[in-house]
T-cell receptor, first 116, second 114 residues
Framework: SQTIHQWPATLVQPVGSPLSLECTVE??????LYWYRQAAGRGLQLLFY??????ISSEVPQNLSASRPQDRQFILSSKKLLLSDSGFYLC???????????????FGPGTRLTVT | GNSVTQMEGPVTLSEEAFLTINCTYT??????LFWYVQYPGEGLQLLLK?????DKGSNKGFEATYRKETTSFHLEKGSVQVSDSAVYFC?????????????FGRGTSLIVHP
């Protein structure tokens, strides 16, 4: 069965410090990968998605970046965190299959980031 | 573009009450529709889905029917439990320009009291 991991689970970082959040997926190949942010009491904001290694699409311009160095690894980074980067970061994957179209997503447990 | 509108929360119910969370959508063509649930401090979990008009998705006592004529996908449960307290997200999936990015509603918080 498929599993998605995120780490760390919680993180407290000062303003201006760098960030690296990691997401890995097991049990599937060639997934679509997504990073979302969820501010307190708010809905989901799609940050990045990727359909393959090295292929990243950004949905919202900001001081965050994403990379996909391996098929099942997705990394969210920042060189200098802002207070507004605080939130709950969720990684998700979906099946990429040329023979059928699926849209359901499978989410990781999330990383709670607090920028102080 | 695509959009999903959910009823504002929180929805507060007593245990064993009937639940309805409204969801309407705007999309061209025939999107797939989903309900996700998010328990406190966790990621989202797929609760149920429907891929064509008049399909009924069901899981764990929850149901939703894909109504093309009213562009709706309302979530229902006959008897809620305290453990159903969570945030519920309605979403649609539709191919657009070759990408498959789902569109989520803002979420509806459900609070169930004993």
């Amino acid at each position: 069965s498929q599993t998605i991991h995120q780490w760390p689970a919680t993180l407290v970082q000062p303003v201006g410090s760098p960030l690296s959040l990691e997401c890995t997926v097991e049990g599937t190949s060639n997934p679509n990968l997504y990073w979302y942010r969820q501010a307190a009491g708010r809905g989901l904001q799609l940050l990045f998605y990727s359909v393959g290694i090295g292929q990243i699409s950004s949905e919202v311009p900001q001081n965050l970046s994403a990379s996909r160095p391996q098929d099942r690894q997705f990394i969210l980074s920042s060189k200098k965190l802002l207070l507004s980067d605080s939130g709950f970061y969720l990684c998700a994957w979906s099946v990429r299959d040329m023979m059928r179209v699926t849209y359901e997503q499978y989410f990781g447990p999330g990383t709670r980031l607090t920028v102080t | 573009g695509n959009s999903v509108t959910q009823m504002e929360g929180p929805v507060t119910l007593s245990e064993e009450a009937f639940l309805t969370i409204n969801c309407t959508y705007t999309a061209t063509g025939y999107p797939s529709l989903f309900w996700y649930v998010q328990y406190p401090g966790e990621g989202l979990q797929l609760l149920l889905k429907a891929t064509k008009a008049d399909d009924k998705g069901s899981n764990k006592g929850f149901e939703a029917t894909y109504r093309k004529e009213t562009t709706s996908f309302h979530l229902e449960k006959g008897s809620v439990q305290v453990s159903d307290s969570a945030v519920y997200f309605c979403a649609l999936g539709h191919a657009s320009g070759g990408s498959y990015i789902p569109t989520f509603g803002r979420g509806t918080s459900l609070i169930v009291h004993p």
